[in-house]
């Protein structure tokens, strides 16, 4: 089994703030995911890394900065941080090519 | 492209008596179905998967059974108990190995 640690657990920022959240993985996956959760939404797909060095946009990505450090670790930055903005952020792992994804615990972002 | 539909936001039943959760999807692929379970302030984690068309698959005393020709993927269990109160995602992998699309899932709760 593995687990992924998302850090920090809560976010608060300020309007216009730059923001970044990060995710580690020790499952050895290849790829990795970055959604955003939104009451009443679902999961949006912001970015996702099918191996060490590569980076895909989502469906959800302007406004959003990513970058893979490593095999296991993933970030996200919120490039301008929008006032009233509330949602949880979501890593997620999975071996290349399979279809199964393994969650973290998220994010919850507030910004003032 | 691909899409799901989860008709109820929210569901609340009695312990002990049965429930459905509605999933029905879109693709051109054919289809990996997955339901997602969510338990509060926790991470979304994998109840059940199939994408054998007319199999009953299992898991945790919930069952689904994928179904081709109508489109669904629908969630069942005999009996809900109050540990089953949760967020429960529909998602689908269809043309891409690496995304899922997700249902704006259904909150079940479950009162004594």
């Known amino acids: 089994g593995g687990i992924i640690t998302q850090t920090p657990k809560f976010l608060i920022g300020q309007e216009g703030q730059k923001l970044t959240l990060k995710c580690q993985q020790n499952?050895?996956?290849?790829?990795m995911y970055w959604y955003r959760q939104d009451s009443g939404k679902g999961l949006r797909l912001i970015y996702y890394?099918?191996?060490?060095?590569?980076?895909q946009k989502g469906d959800l990505s302007e406004g959003y900065d990513a970058s893979r450090e490593k095999k296991s670790s993933f970030s996200l930055t919120v490039t301008s941080a929008q006032k009233n903005e509330m949602a949880v952020f979501l890593c997620?792992?999975?071996?290349?090519?399979?279809?199964?994804?393994?969650f973290g615990p998220g994010t919850r972002l507030t910004v003032l | 492209g691909d899409s799901v539909t989860q008709t109820e936001g929210l569901v609340t039943l009695t312990k002990g008596l049965p429930v459905m959760l509605n999933c029905t999807y879109q693709?051109?692929?054919?289809?990996?179905l997955f339901w997602y379970v969510q338990h509060l302030n926790e991470a979304p984690k994998l109840l059940l998967k199939?994408?054998?068309?007319?199999k009953r698959t299992e898991h945790q005393g919930f069952y689904a059974t994928l179904h081709k020709s109508s489109s669904s993927f629908h969630l069942q269990k005999s009996s809900v108990q109050l540990s089953d109160s949760a967020l429960y995602f529909c998602?689908?992998?269809?043309?891409?190995?690496?995304?899922?699309?997700f249902g704006k899932g259904t909150l079940l709760t479950v009162t004594p």
């Open positions: 499952f050895n996956h290849d790829t």
């Open positions: 693709t051109t692929y054919s289809p990996f």
């Open positions: 890394s099918i191996t060490e060095n590569d980076l």
């Open positions: 998602a689908l992998s269809g043309g891409s190995n690496y995304k899922l699309t």
């Open positions: 997620a792992s999975s071996m290349v090519g399979g279809r199964e994804q393994y």
């Open positions: 199939s994408s054998t068309d007319n």
